[in-house]
């Protein structure tokens, strides 16, 4: 059996009941597959890969909490810091109800071959919780955060974990859980990013994810011969990273005619209008009912759809696993030539397979949405500084590193001879760098 055989069912054994989790090491293993051959004697005997799919520790903690009828709940909190070969952990906090250590570890791992990606010191880690931010009060909300902090803050620090924002977690819950941090480490540092602008916040960060997505498709695209200029896009999910692709899509030119949440989906003929989304989901917190019933272009439908809407490329924005195999075959039949991951693993291996079959350009989540995690970085760099930057200076950065990105994963797959697998270039060129730490920094 081969040595990368023999990792992935190590993991599926060690790990059970962790399927993303397995997705994920697969996922990336497979496409590494060609490196690790060359160089499987020394790899193997240095145990390099158990230890890239052994977190260097996890914790999973009580998180309990009163209602505001004085009701305790007990939620169950989750950090997983995978690998620090390049710098401090870094990766976001989800708050959803699926929350498990396995969709963690699937993050967290991921998380390290993206923010190799990056170009910044920053290694990888991810955490979370199965608490339901949604229908709580402030109060709640607040008290939640306190309490996951207060277990939380004893393994995070500026230099050593920097966590920020994911699924749930916004500026208002990172602004709850910073001053829970400050009132007991007593320390004004660093420690998380996605802050808000008077307290540390770094402009862009909002906008980074999203804007990054439409940056480094943008450049795919154009290495391809395509363009976004008059290109329809079909965008899932209607959060941070939705709303900030759609608004820099129509910025290039495109025009974005679907957007998506939990209950149900929208497709405007005329193109989503993103004030009005941004009014509905940012403002208001409600239903896509409501843009629908402000926007008489726009259908409103329940539950899945928003791939079968023919489109040239697809930003899949919402959450994992949401861009299955009959999801693909739509797209490819209605001649969409591009999809772009927003999300992290939002499109099954199957689809992805065959999507690239297809010669449909593909951008994994790891590089595609690494916009977020690099402007993570460059807040960091800022609270460092104790100066902030302009959104332009920002922003600049930012395309600078998504377009580089791009032609990072796409020179790696070049020198693989596998020339437009992006899929492959981003793995490959992500995990080099981190071995390269690994093996500078002996056996630890
Ligand atoms: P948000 O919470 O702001 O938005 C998530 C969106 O996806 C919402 O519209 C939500 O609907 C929808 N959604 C969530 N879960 C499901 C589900 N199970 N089925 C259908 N729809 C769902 O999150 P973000 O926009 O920040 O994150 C979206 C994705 O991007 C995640 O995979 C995240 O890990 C990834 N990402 C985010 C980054 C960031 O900077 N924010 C950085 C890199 C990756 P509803 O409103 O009903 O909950």
Redesign the pocket.
């Known amino acids: 059996m081969s040595y990368v055989d023999q990792v992935i069912e190590e993991v599926i054994a060690k790990n059970p009941a962790e399927p993303e989790f397995h997705q994920a090491v697969r996922e990336v293993l497979e496409s590494l597959r060609v490196v690790v051959e060359a160089n499987e004697e020394q790899f193997k005997k240095d145990a390099l890969l158990e230890r890239l799919v052994n977190p260097e520790r996890q914790f999973k903690f009580r998180v309990p909490w009163v209602d505001d009828n004085g009701q305790v709940h007990v939620n169950t909190g989750y950090r997983v810091q995978f690998n620090s070969a390049i710098g401090p952990y870094k990766g ?1 906090l989800r708050l ?1 109800p ?1 929350v498990n250590l396995g969709i963690i570890k699937f993050l967290g791992f991921e998380q390290i071959f993206k923010n190799s990606l990056t170009g910044l010191p920053i290694g990888g880690g991810k955490g979370g919780s199965d608490f339901d931010p949604k229908g709580k009060s402030d109060r709640e909300i607040m008290a939640f955060c306190q309490s996951f902090m207060t277990e939380l803050c004893k393994y995070i620090g500026a230099d050593t974990d920097v966590p920020a ?4 977690t ?1 500026a208002r819950e990172i602004g709850y859980m910073f001053g829970q941090y400050k009132r007991i480490r007593g320390l004004y540092e660093g420690v998380l990013t996605g802050k808000g602008l008077s307290y540390g916040g770094s402009l862009a960060r909002t906008e ?2 999203g804007y990054g997505l439409l940056y480094l498709t943008d450049e795919m695209l154009k290495c391809n011969g395509k363009s976004l200029e008059g290109a329809t896009v079909a965008v899932s ?6 709303i900030y692709a759609t608004e820099k899509a129509q910025q290039l030119g495109a025009k974005v005619v679907t957007c ?4 149900g989906w929208i497709y405007d003929k005329d193109g989503i209008d993103v004030a009005l989304l941004k009014e509905v989901k940012e403002v208001k917190r409600a239903r896509l009912t409501e843009y629908a019933a402000a926007r008489p272009s726009a259908e409103y439908h329940e539950g899945k759809g928003v791939w079968s809407i023919p489109c040239d490329v697809a930003l899949p ?4 696993n ?1 861009l299955d195999l009959e999801d693909a075959k739509t797209l490819v039949a209605n001649g969409c030539f591009a999809v772009a991951e ?3 693993m939002p499109t099954t291996m199957e689809a992805t397979e065959y999507l690239q079959e297809n010669n449909v350009l593909f951008a994994p989540g790891k590089a595609a ?1 690494a916009g ?2 690099a402007t993570s970085a460059l807040e960091m760099s800022q609270n460092s500084e104790r100066l902030s930057w302009t959104f332009e200076e920002v922003d600049g950065k930012l395309k600078n590193i998504m377009v580089n990105i791009f032609h990072n994963l796409d020179d790696a797959a070049k020198r693989y001879g596998m020339e437009g697998n992006y899929v492959a270039g981003a793995n490959i060129a992500g995990f080099e760098k981190v071995v390269d730490a690994m093996n500078a920094q002996g056996i630890v």
Not at 165 to 168: K, N, Q, R
Not at 260 to 263: C, E, I, K, P, Q
Not at 317 to 320: D, G
């Open positions: 976001g959803h699926s924002g994911d699924i749930g916004g980074a994810t999910g209607a959060g941070n990273v939705a998506s949440d939990s209950t924005c919402a959450t994992q949401e927003g999300a992290n949405n977020g995690v």
